[in-house]
């Protein structure tokens, strides 16, 4: 398990997510300094950020998404204590989860 | 699931040989994802080729698409990146850079009350002109903004 921090809060009737996750995102053209060999592609390819069980985002990334990707999404119809969770499953079978309660 | 287009685009046949696979117990439900990621879109090395592969070749400009970045990027591995789609019925947000190696850098599909927005951050190899194709009701829009990079972010 990889470190990932996600926050959910509630703005009126929509509640902004937020979640930075851990990952090198390497897009397979870089040379490690120290070896001189390059850098294998290693990235994120799938994304899902769910909802009180319901999937609201369903994402397909490439290596061009940065280094520990940041992202942000709003979600309509939460409520305080829903239960938010972000799955990502990158281009090696390596996965994360991570969780928030809608505050 | 199901709602989703990329269901519906994969079409009958993939989903069903997915289902088979399911049952079979060679997939876990969990694993379908990674399942359906599209190669064939995100290797494409074209512009032109990318929005072929997405199905927007013929896609419609649109003011109705808002995408935030600074028109010029200070640090090119990391620059801001803000859509929002204010069409009606938006299913996904794809965000090609036409002068990247592989110019489609994401898709994101809303469901289940997600508003038709991300905001993140994403990497450009040099000055180019970034797209924001957007899927509503099987149809694809599309809006952009040219950006400048001094220092390329992929090599």
């Not at chain 1, 509640?15 to 897009?27: G, V, W, Y």
């Not at chain 1, 972000?86 to 991570?98: A, C, I, M, P, Q």
């Not at chain 2, 080729?49 to 591995?77: C, F, H, Q, R, Y």
Request: net charge positive; glycine share 8%.
């Amino acid at each position: 398990m990889l470190d990932m921090k996600i926050r959910a809060q509630m703005a009126g009737d929509v509640t902004d997510i937020k979640a930075l996750l851990t990952h090198p995102m390497e897009n397979g053209k870089r040379k490690d300094m120290k070896t001189g060999q390059i850098v294998p592609l290693h990235f994120i390819q799938t994304m899902t950020v769910s909802v009180a069980g319901k999937t609201a985002i369903d994402a397909q990334l490439s290596a061009a998404v940065s280094k520990n990707p940041y992202f942000a999404f709003k979600v309509k119809g939460a409520k305080a204590g829903d239960k938010v969770v972000l799955n990502w499953v990158d281009n090696k079978g390596e996965k994360s989860t991570g969780e928030a309660t809608v505050a | 699931m199901n709602q989703l287009r990329r269901t519906i685009l994969k079409g009958s046949g993939a989903t069903s040989a997915i289902a088979v696979a399911v049952a079979a117990g060679l997939l876990k439900p969990s694993e379908l994802l990674a399942a359906e990621w599209n190669k064939a879109a995100f290797e494409t090395k074209t512009a032109a080729d990318t929005l072929n592969a997405i199905g927007a070749g013929a896609a419609v400009d649109s003011k109705d698409i808002v995408i935030k970045m600074p028109e010029l990027a200070e640090t090119a591995v990391t620059v801001p990146v803000e859509v929002t789609s204010k069409i009606a019925g938006t299913e996904s947000i794809m965000l090609v850079v036409e002068k990247n190696p592989n110019p489609l850098v994401l898709d994101m599909a809303f469901a289940n009350g997600a508003e038709p927005y991300f905001s993140g951050r994403i990497k450009m190899m040099e000055t180019s002109r970034v797209k924001a194709i957007v899927r509503a009701g099987g149809k694809f829009y599309s809006a952009f903004k040219d950006v400048k990079v001094t220092i390329g972010g992929c090599g």
